[in-house]
Each structure stands twice: as structure tokens, then as C-alpha cells.
């Protein structure tokens, strides 16, 4: 069904064409219900009761509600602000066959490339900018100035449906123009942005499929959207945290550059939340054996989408731990720990579930079958909190065009209320007080 959080959920996607717009979309929701920006190049002063939030590349935030009282541990959401795509190169027109323009581009993760053929796409990202003698980020989005990825007919290609191998650099660049188009893309960008060209210092400018998500299947039970993977989780739990108020120091994380590992500076394998976590202890003036204290009963949800049994190919799927959509929130397993769920957090999480009667469904890759991974057991390496690692069963996982279920919004949004609403504490290694 097409319900608000739907409404909400789809709008929010459409203005996040790229985790620097994501994270741009996640700052304007925590400033609207009255959260305070800090920066990491200033000193913190913190007061009891607010929510503060804080950015990294203008592509990671965390953000965190402090209790009233002094709180015993952390209790974290972590989700993904990025999404397979194709980045533009530096230089990036090439002139072809005398009469079209091309922007030269390379792979940004692993997308299903077929699903980026013969649709209009649009550019997004980041432009830096002098100005007064600074340089200043500012948010690019080409808008309908669109540019598209011919496929090649099927006369000049019969193998076309017999298992074609996509070549990055031949079969994937955009065309941006005919011949006129040369010299034209930093132009547009400036006259768009109201600069000069020759202002424009920086770029990390991104391809985007432009296409408005929608609802349908009998009775809404679908909705497809690009960048659902993770975006769907990134704005459920954000909706999630903005209810929720437990005793502990709760902390929602968007993380960049899963797609490409993690390891950057504002990735899930960085320092960001670890000296997030440390810096609000030092800004109230909490000690060193405090902070673990906290850390050891800390707990962490990783919320990035799974995979639901497919319609044309449900052998792909385990034969036991399937998830469908509209079945609930996924739980993942793994039993060499790409996911980081074990008796205990899986214990945790889905007494959470029980109380907020919000269904759960299990999964876990066929045994023959490698899988992808996810952020819980990166961000695990800096910040090591018993973690959960869930997600909500979709289709077609990096294509430029997922599904999903409406009802698991719902589910995840409830749960992810219900766990920060929920103080969770540990009494001892191996036991936990929920309530
Ligand atoms: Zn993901």
C-alpha cells in the first residue's frame, strides 16, 4: 500500500541521486526535528537531552541523541549512503565517429550493467568551487539534461542474449551530445551552479537513473526505485531514530563507499564513528575505563538489503533460510561471519521484533554460493559492539531499478523505533536486560 512512510520514503530516494546528496537529505531531516550540527575540526560542547550530528566528505553522518541522564551504552544503526553507478573520469568528453560526444566513465561497484541501457540518465555529485579565495563544496545535479547508454542493435550483436560480457570502457559510456556538445559539460555544470568555468577546481560527478520510484503489484505490495540498496534501510532507520528515545546514547550512521569496500576515510571501516563515539565521552568529561564500559555493552544494527527468493530462479536461494518480500526484516547468517549475527544478537534483536510485532525472516546464502558482504563486520574491526545484521528482502540488487515490498517499510521502521525506544543493557558477557 502507498501510506505516508511510502510517500515519504520514495521522495526521499528521488532526492538522493548520490551519497553526497543522501547525506545532504538525512542533514536536512535531523535539522528539521531539531538536531545540531558539529564539525569535526571544532571543539564539541554537548548538553543533556539534544541530539547532535556531524558529517565526514559530505558523504558519511552520524548523528546522536544524548539521554537525560547518563547513559550506560551505545545503541547503533549503521546503513550505506552509496550505490553502484558509473563515475565520470577527469577529462571526461570523448569525441567518437566524428559526430557524437562521449563522457568517458569507470565502474563505481558492481551493477547489473544491462539495466543502465537505453534509458535516459542524469549526472549528480560533488563540485568544488573557489570562491573568494576558499573552496567550497556545492551539490551538482544535471536534472532532465539527460544522457544515455545505447545498446547495440541486435543485428550487429547476436550473441546479445546469449550471456554478453559488458566491457566498461567500450559498451558502457554515456553519450552526452552530438558534435556540438564539445566543451560543453564543464559549461553546463557552471551555468547551472551560477559560477565560472574556470572556478570549477573539483568534480566527483556521478551517473543516475532519473526514473520516479512507484508503487504497484494487487493491493501496492510493491515498490521499485533505483538505489534502494541501501537507501531503503538508510531512510527507515533515520525515521526509526527520530522516534525512538532509550536511556542508552543512541547513534544512527550513514556510512559511504560500501559498494567499494568500505576503506576510505568516511567508510565503514574508518575511524569516523570510533572518534565520534570517544569525542562525545571527552565532551562530557566521561573517562577512558567509562567509554569501554560502554563499548563492551554496546550493541549495533547493520541494515543493508538482502536478497529476496527470486520468481524465475528461486534455486538460487537456500532451501530453508529463503526470505520473500512483505515477509519482514531479514536477518542475515554467515557462519565465516560476513555477516555478523550470532545466537545472541539474533536473540536480542528479535526479542525487540516480538515485542513491536514486527515479523522476521532468516537467510542465508546457499552453501555453494559466496554472497555479498556488508558493513557490520567492517565496521566491527574499529568498533567492536555485538551486532545484528539484517536488511529487507529485495529484487535485482544493483540494478539500476530494485524491488521491494511496501510492508516491509513499515516493519523496518517500527523495529528500528522500537530498538531505540528500547534501553538494552548487559549484565555480564553473554546477557542482556531488554526494557
Ligand atoms: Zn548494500
Not at 174 to 186: Q, T, V, W, Y
Not at 352 to 366: D, E, K, L, T
Not at 421 to 429: A, V
Given at each position: 500500500?502507498?501510506?505516508?512512510q511510502?510517500?515519504w520514503?520514495?521522495?526521499k530516494?528521488?532526492?538522493?541521486?548520490?551519497?553526497?546528496?543522501?547525506v545532504h537529505t538525512v542533514c536536512g531531516e535531523l535539522e528539521a526535528n531539531g538536531f545540531t550540527q558539529l564539525s569535526?575540526?571544532e571543539?564539541w560542547n554537548l548538553e543533556p537531552g539534544k541530539g547532535y550530528y556531524v558529517t565526514?566528505?559530505?558523504?558519511?553522518v552520524i548523528a546522536f541523541r544524548l539521554p537525560e541522564g547518563?547513559y550506560?551504552?551505545?545503541q547503533i544503526t549503521?546503513?550505506?549512503?552509496?550505490?553502484?553507478?558509473?563515475?565520470?573520469?577527469?577529462?571526461?568528453?570523448?569525441?567518437?565517429?566524428?559526430?557524437?560526444?562521449?563522457?568517458?566513465?569507470?565502474?563505481?561497484?558492481?551493477?547489473?550493467?544491462?539495466?543502465?541501457?537505453?534509458?535516459?540518465?542524469?549526472?549528480?555529485?560533488?563540485?568544488?568551487?573557489?570562491?573568494?579565495?576558499?573552496?567550497?563544496?556545492?551539490?551538482?545535479?544535471?536534472?532532465?539534461?539527460?544522457?544515455?547508454?545505447?545498446?547495440?542493435?541486435?543485428?550487429?550483436?547476436?550473441?546479445?542474449?546469449?550471456?554478453?560480457?559488458?566491457?566498461?570502457?567500450?559498451?558502457?559510456?554515456?553519450?552526452?551530445?552530438?558534435?556540438?556538445?564539445?566543451?560543453?559539460?564543464?559549461?553546463?555544470?557552471?551555468?547551472?551552479?551560477?559560477?565560472?568555468?574556470?572556478?570549477?577546481?573539483?568534480?566527483?560527478?556521478?551517473?543516475?537513473?532519473?526514473?520516479?520510484?512507484?508503487?504497484?503489484?494487487?493491493?501496492?505490495?510493491?515498490?521499485?526505485?533505483?538505489?534502494?540498496?541501501?537507501?531503503?534501510?538508510a531512510f527507515g532507520t533515520l525515521a526509526g531514530f527520530l522516534r525512538g528515545k532509550s536511556d542508552n546514547l543512541n547513534v544512527y550512521c550513514l556510512?559511504?563507499?560500501?559498494?567499494?569496500?568500505?576503506?576510505?576515510?568516511?567508510?565503514?571501516?574508518?575511524?569516523?564513528?570510533?572518534?565520534v563515539?570517544?569525542?562525545v565521552?571527552?565532551a562530557l568529561?566521561?573517562?577512558?575505563?567509562?567509554?569501554?564500559?560502554?563499548?563492551?555493552?554496546?550493541?549495533?544494527?547493520?541494515?543493508?538489503?538482502?536478497?529476496?527468493?527470486?520468481?524465475?530462479?528461486?534455486?538460487?536461494?537456500?532451501?530453508?533460510?529463503?526470505?520473500?518480500?512483505?515477509?519482514?526484516?531479514?536477518?542475515?547468517?554467515?557462519?565465516?561471519?560476513?555477516?555478523?549475527?550470532?545466537?545472541?544478537?539474533?536473540?536480542?534483536?528479535?526479542?525487540?521484533?516480538?515485542?513491536?510485532?514486527?515479523?522476521?525472516?532468516?537467510?542465508?546464502?546457499?552453501?555453494?554460493?559466496?554472497?555479498?558482504?556488508?558493513?557490520?563486520?567492517?565496521?566491527?574491526?574499529?568498533?567492536?559492539?555485538?551486532?545484528?545484521?539484517?536488511?529487507?528482502?529485495?529484487?535485482?540488487?544493483?540494478?539500476?531499478?530494485?524491488?521491494?515490498?511496501?510492508?516491509?517499510?513499515?516493519?523496518?521502521i517500527?523495529?528500528i523505533e522500537?530498538?531505540y525506544q528500547?534501553?538494552?543493557?548487559?549484565?555480564?558477557?553473554?546477557?542482556?536486560?531488554?526494557?
Amino acid at each position: 500500500m502507498k501510506t505516508e512512510q511510502i510517500t515519504w520514503l520514495l521522495d526521499k530516494i528521488t532526492v538522493s541521486p548520490t551519497s553526497f546528496h543522501a547525506v545532504h537529505t538525512v542533514c536536512g531531516e535531523l535539522e528539521a526535528n531539531g538536531f545540531t550540527q558539529l564539525s569535526e575540526n571544532e571543539k564539541w560542547n554537548l548538553e543533556p537531552g539534544k541530539g547532535y550530528y556531524v558529517t565526514r566528505n559530505q558523504s558519511s553522518v552520524i548523528a546522536f541523541r544524548l539521554p537525560e541522564g547518563e547513559y550506560r551504552a551505545f545503541q547503533i544503526t549503521a546503513s550505506h549512503s552509496d550505490s553502484p553507478s558509473f563515475k565520470l573520469k577527469e577529462m571526461a568528453e570523448l569525441v567518437t565517429a566524428g559526430h557524437y560526444v562521449q563522457l568517458n566513465t569507470e565502474r563505481y561497484g558492481g551493477m547489473l550493467c544491462a539495466s543502465w541501457f537505453d534509458r535516459p540518465l542524469s549526472i549528480a555529485g560533488r563540485v568544488m568551487v573557489r570562491e573568494n579565495g576558499r573552496i567550497v563544496s556545492r551539490l551538482y545535479d544535471s536534472g532532465d539534461r539527460h544522457v544515455l547508454i545505447p545498446n547495440l542493435a541486435i543485428h550487429m550483436n547476436r550473441q546479445a542474449n546469449d550471456g554478453y560480457t559488458y566491457n566498461a570502457q567500450t559498451d558502457m559510456l554515456p553519450l552526452f551530445g552530438d558534435e556540438n556538445a564539445k566543451d560543453s559539460l564543464l559549461a553546463e555544470i557552471a551555468s547551472k551552479l551560477g559560477v565560472s568555468e574556470s572556478e570549477i577546481v573539483g568534480t566527483d560527478l556521478f551517473l543516475y537513473n532519473p526514473q520516479q520510484g512507484m508503487v504497484w503489484g494487487n493491493d501496492g505490495c510493491y515498490l521499485s526505485a533505483p538505489r534502494l540498496d541501501d537507501l531503503e534501510c538508510a531512510f527507515g532507520t533515520l525515521a526509526g531514530f527520530l522516534r525512538g528515545k532509550s536511556d542508552n546514547l543512541n547513534v544512527y550512521c550513514l556510512f559511504d563507499n560500501e559498494e567499494v569496500g568500505s576503506t576510505t576515510r568516511q567508510g565503514a571501516a574508518s575511524t569516523f564513528l570510533a572518534d565520534v563515539l570517544r569525542r562525545v565521552h571527552l565532551a562530557l568529561g566521561r573517562g577512558e575505563e567509562d567509554f569501554y564500559t560502554c563499548l563492551a555493552g554496546s550493541f549495533m544494527i547493520s541494515a543493508d538489503n538482502a536478497h529476496a527468493v527470486h520468481p524465475n530462479h528461486p534455486e538460487k536461494s537456500d532451501q530453508t533460510n529463503r526470505t520473500h518480500m512483505n515477509g519482514g526484516i531479514v536477518v542475515k547468517f554467515s557462519a565465516n561471519q560476513k555477516y555478523t549475527t550470532d545466537a545472541a544478537s539474533r536473540a536480542v534483536f528479535g526479542e525487540i521484533c516480538r515485542s513491536a510485532g514486527v515479523p522476521v525472516q532468516y537467510f542465508a546464502n546457499r552453501s555453494d554460493m559466496a554472497g555479498g558482504s556488508t558493513l557490520g563486520n567492517i565496521s566491527g574491526t574499529q568498533v567492536s559492539v555485538a551486532t545484528v545484521d539484517i536488511g529487507l528482502p529485495q529484487l535485482a540488487m544493483h540494478s539500476s531499478y530494485e524491488t521491494a515490498g511496501t510492508a516491509d517499510v513499515e516493519y523496518l521502521i517500527t523495529a528500528i523505533e522500537a530498538f531505540y525506544q528500547t534501553t538494552i543493557l548487559p549484565e555480564g558477557d553473554g546477557f542482556w536486560r531488554i526494557g
